[in-house]
C-alpha cells in the first residue's frame, strides 16, 4: 500500500504542469484576498448609491402607541378637570421631498463618484498585485542564476583545493595555498546555501500571493527572452505625463474624490434654503372616545438659526475639497517624478546588462590564464583569486541588472495602468 501512494505521489510530481507567468497573474487576480477587498468596497459604494437614492422615493411609516394610563384634561363650565384612562394611537404617516434645491440630486452625483473612485481603487489593487506577482516570479528566476553562480564557484574553488594539495605534497606549494582556496570553496557554499533559502522565501511568497502550492518552474531561456524585449524611449514626454493623468488609477480615484466633495459641498452651501415637503398620515385614536386622525398638507422649512453649525459645515466641505485637489497635484507630481526615473533606469540597466557580459567574456579568459600561470609557478593564488572574484560579481551584477530592468518595466505599467494586458509581455 505505502508503495502504491510512493508511486502515485511520485507519478503526480512528474506530471505536475509548471505554473506560467499568466497563469500566476490570472490565480492571483482571482483568489487574493486583496481584490476580493476591493470587489467589497465597490459593492459597499454602491449600497451608498442606493441608499442616496432612496431621498427621491416617499417614506411611508406606520406607528402605534399604547399608554395604559394616561392623564386626560376636559373643560366643564369654566373649569378644567382630569381623568385617568388608557389610551392607543395608532396612524399610517408618509412624506415626500417635493423641493430642495437640488440637495438629494447633488449627494446622489456624490455617491456615484464615491463609486466610480472604488472601481479605479480596484483597478490599483490589480495592478500592484500584478506587479507583485511579476517581482516574485522573476526574482525565482534571478535566485536560480545566483545559485547557478554559487555552484560554479564552489566547484572551481574545490578544484583549484584539490590540485594545490597535490603541489604542495610535491613541495610546489605551501599551506597558504591550500588555506586560501579551501577558505573560498566554504565561502562559495555558504552563498550557495543563502541562495537556496532565497528562493524558498521567493516561492513562499508567490504561493502565498496565487493561494497555492502549485510547483514552479522558471525558464531561464523565456526569462532572457523577456528581458531582451524590454525597452521605452522617452521622447514625448508631455504626451506620456498626459497617459499617466488619464490612466493612472490612483489618479483616476483623487479626480473622482475631487468630483464627490464638490457634489458634498455644493449640497451643504444650499442647506440655508431649506426645503418644501408634502405630509400626510392617516390615524386612529381611542382615549375617551374612538376617532380617526387624518392629515395632508405642505410643510415648508427654512433655518433661521443654528449656533453657526451650517456655515461651519460649508467652511469644512470647502477646505476637504481643497485638500482633495492639494493631494492630486501632490500625487500626481509624485507619481511622475517616479515614471520619469523609472523610464530611465529602464534604459540604463541595458547599458549595465551589456557592460557586464563583457566584463565576464573577458575575465573569464583571463582567469584561465592565470589557471595555466599558476600551475608553472608563474602566479599566485591571489591572482587566481582576483580574476574568479571578478567573474562572479560580474555574473551576480549581471543578474541584478536584468532583474532591475524587469523590475522597472513592471513598474512602469502599472504606473500607466497596463499591468492586466496578457502579462504585459
Keep these: 500500500m505505502k508503495t502504491t501512494i510512493a508511486f502515485l505521489l511520485l507519478f503526480s510530481n512528474l506530471y505536475a504542469a509548471p505554473l506560467t507567468l499568466n497563469d500566476a497573474i490570472a490565480m492571483t487576480l482571482k483568489s487574493n484576498p486583496q481584490t476580493q477587498a476591493a470587489l467589497l468596497r465597490i459593492q459597499s459604494s454602491q449600497a451608498d448609491t442606493k441608499a442616496a437614492k432612496a431621498a427621491l422615493y416617499a417614506h411611508i411609516d406606520l406607528n402605534g402607541e399604547y399608554y395604559p394610563t394616561k392623564t386626560v384634561v376636559m373643560p366643564s363650565n369654566g373649569t378644567f378637570s382630569t381623568r385617568q384612562t388608557d389610551a392607543f394611537h395608532a396612524d399610517v404617516s408618509g412624506s415626500y421631498s417635493l423641493w430642495d434645491f437640488g440637495r438629494n440630486d447633488t449627494m446622489i452625483q456624490a455617491s456615484q463618484h464615491s463609486q466610480e473612485g472604488s472601481v479605479a481603487d480596484k483597478k490599483f489593487v490589480e495592478n500592484s498585485l500584478i506587479e507583485q506577482v511579476w517581482l516574485q516570479y522573476t526574482a525565482i528566476a534571478y535566485v536560480e542564476q545566483l545559485i547557478d553562480t554559487a555552484q560554479k564557484s564552489a566547484e572551481f574553488c574545490q578544484s583549484q583545493y584539490n590540485q594545490a594539495v597535490r603541489m604542495r605534497e610535491v613541495g610546489l606549494k605551501t599551506q597558504a595555498d591550500e588555506s586560501r582556496f579551501k577558505a573560498s570553496w566554504l565561502e562559495a557554499n555558504d552563498h550557495h546555501s543563502a541562495a537556496q533559502a532565497q528562493k524558498a522565501k521567493a516561492l513562499m511568497a508567490l504561493g502565498l500571493l496565487i493561494g497555492s502550492d ?3 518552474t522558471i525558464d531561464q531561456a523565456d526569462f532572457d527572452r523577456r528581458v531582451s524585449a524590454l525597452s521605452m524611449v522617452l521622447e514625448n514626454v508631455p504626451a506620456l505625463r498626459q497617459e499617466l493623468s488619464q490612466s ?8 473622482m ?3 464627490r466633495d464638490q457634489a458634498v459641498s455644493s449640497a451643504i452651501s444650499k442647506q440655508p434654503y431649506g426645503s418644501v415637503t408634502l405630509v400626510g398620515a392617516y390615524g386612529y385614536d381611542n382615549s375617551l372616545s374612538s376617532y380617526d386622525t387624518s392629515q395632508i398638507g405642505v410643510r415648508a422649512s427654512i433655518p ?4 453657526g453649525k451650517l456655515d461651519a459645515d460649508a467652511q469644512k466641505s470647502r477646505i476637504t475639497l481643497t485638500l482633495a485637489q492639494k493631494e492630486y497635484e501632490i500625487t500626481e507630481r509624485e507619481l511622475w517624478q517616479e515614471l520619469y526615473d523609472t ?4 534604459n540604463r540597466f541595458d547599458e549595465t546588462i551589456a557592460a557586464k557580459e563583457g566584463v565576464m567574456s ?9 589557471q595555466g600561470r599558476y600551475a608553472q609557478g608563474l ?3 591571489i591572482d587566481i583569486l582576483e580574476s574568479q572574484s571578478v567573474l562572479e560579481n560580474a555574473r551576480i551584477v549581471h543578474a541584478d541588472a536584468k532583474l532591475q530592468k524587469i523590475r522597472s518595466w513592471v513598474k512602469i505599467q502599472r504606473l500607466l495602468n497596463k499591468g492586466n494586458k496578457n502579462g504585459m509581455l
Excluded at 248 to 255: A, D, E, V
Excluded at 304 to 307: E, Q
Design 214 to 216: 502549485t510547483p514552479v
Design 343 to 346: 523610464i530611465i533606469d529602464l
Design 362 to 370: 573577458a575575465t573569464q579568459k583571463a582567469l584561465s590564464l592565470m
Design 257 to 259: 474624490l475631487i468630483s
Design 248 to 255: 493612472n488609477p490612483q489618479l483616476q480615484k483623487l479626480r
Design 304 to 307: 433661521l438659526y443654528d449656533g
Design 379 to 381: 602566479a599566485t593564488y
